[in-house]
């Protein structure tokens, strides 16, 4: 069993900056990536970043050089630093992470349940 804390979502005017956070806690081996993802009304979910055990990023391209991903491995913590943001980055925003189970020694990829995040004038 593997439960998230997600926080940090909420109403931003565009151009303003918000910073998404996600803990992972339960039955944890090791996690190989965490990071985020989204998805807007009418969409598919997409990547937005994701950052591996040894730190290498991933971003997708619309966000590039405005989110920053982070992690603490010692705590099984993501967080998404978002700046100069956009109302097309208006959507519900989920942590994912790549877990090794303790329990089962299977890797999963596990989902929290979303936050949302509005940007509007």
């Known amino acids: 069993q593997v439960q998230f804390v997600e926080s940090g979502g909420g109403l931003v005017q565009p151009g303003g900056s918000l910073r998404l956070s996600c803990a992972a806690s339960?039955?944890?081996?090791?996690?190989?990536?965490m990071g985020w993802y989204r998805q807007a009304p009418g969409k598919q979910r997409e990547l937005v970043a994701d950052?591996?055990?040894?730190?290498?990023?991933n971003y997708a391209d619309s966000v590039m050089g405005r989110f920053t991903i982070s992690r603490d491995n010692a705590k099984n913590t993501v967080d998404l630093q978002m700046n100069s943001l956009k109302p097309e980055d208006t959507a519900v925003y989920y942590c994912?992470?790549?877990?090794?189970?303790?329990?089962?020694?299977?890797?999963?990829?596990?989902w929290g349940q979303g936050t949302q995040v509005t940007v509007s004038s």
């Open positions: 994912n992470a790549r877990i090794i189970s303790r329990v089962t020694g299977r890797g999963d990829d596990y």
């Open positions: 339960g039955s944890i081996f090791s996690i190989y990536a």
């Open positions: 950052i591996t055990s040894d730190s290498s990023m």
